[in-house]
């Protein structure tokens, strides 16, 4: 006994729209070339009232960029095969369905491609950035620029009080050792305390204060090393 296998009838449907929906009978029609029409239109004719569900095999997963031509999906129904192609480019959005469809049914949602980024834009956007951070850096330097006349006030103020003591201790030194004694004293305390309160090591949680500090430090640690070796 021998056995025949039918040929199949495969077709392409291209699908311009934003959905792929499975195809009735008058669509594959058109579709199918003129030499196969004929024997698609009796394979359609002997189809039953349960054969009217399509079997759906997916060829792209959602979120898959599509190009023209690009196959989407493959329906079969007896010896009729159809691949649902679009004929623009795309996304995949969403499947609609899994396993079978009935014609005219919703398989996909298709979406247009993102807009790539023009050359203009990424400029645009770059000039954005660049004038952000011209903005912060300004600030920035507003606010150096007045810790910096802070700082020069506070050498001032160091200044006299450097001077008066070193006068101080010039008299101390012509009125006795006693008190040349106790004026050096004085001074260990004094550079002690300054150590203290502006040593760039003393611990400070605001690096603004810290960075201030170390500049006071390095302006007059060496004035007071100078003035400890006359």
Not at 28 to 34: G, H
Not at 85 to 90: F, S
Not at 170 to 192: M, P
Not at 206 to 219: I, S, Y
Request: net charge positive.
């Amino acid at each position: 006994m021998k056995f025949f296998h039918r040929a199949e009838t495969t077709l392409r449907c291209l699908s311009r729209s934003n959905y792929l929906s499975a195809p009735d009978a008058q669509r594959l029609l058109k579709s199918c070339p003129e030499p196969q029409r004929a024997r698609l239109s009796r394979r359609l004719s002997r189809l039953g009232a349960d054969d009217r569900l399509w079997s759906v095999e997916w060829h792209k997963a959602p979120g898959e960029s599509l190009r023209p031509q690009d196959v989407v999906t493959v329906l079969r129904l007896r010896e009729i095969v159809v691949e649902l192609a679009v004929a623009r480019h795309g996304v995949l959005a969403e499947r609609l369905v899994s396993e079978g469809a009935e014609a005219g049914a919703r398989l996909a949602r298709i979406d247009k491609p993102a807009i790539p980024t023009s050359r203009s834009q990424r400029l645009r956007d770059l000039l954005t950035q660049f004038t952000t951070r011209h903005h912060l850096d300004i600030e920035q330097i507003k606010t150096l620029q007045a810790q910096l006349t802070e700082n020069e006030k506070l050498v001032g103020q160091l200044r006299a009080e450097i001077l008066m003591l070193r006068a101080h201790r010039n008299a101390e030194h012509l009125g006795g050792r006693r008190s040349s004694l106790s004026a050096d004293r004085k001074f260990r305390r004094l550079k002690l305390e300054f150590s203290k309160r502006f040593h760039p090591d003393s611990q400070s949680p605001d690096p603004a204060e810290r960075r201030r500090r170390e500049l006071v430090f390095q302006e007059f640690w060496p004035i007071l090393e100078q003035i400890e070796r006359s």
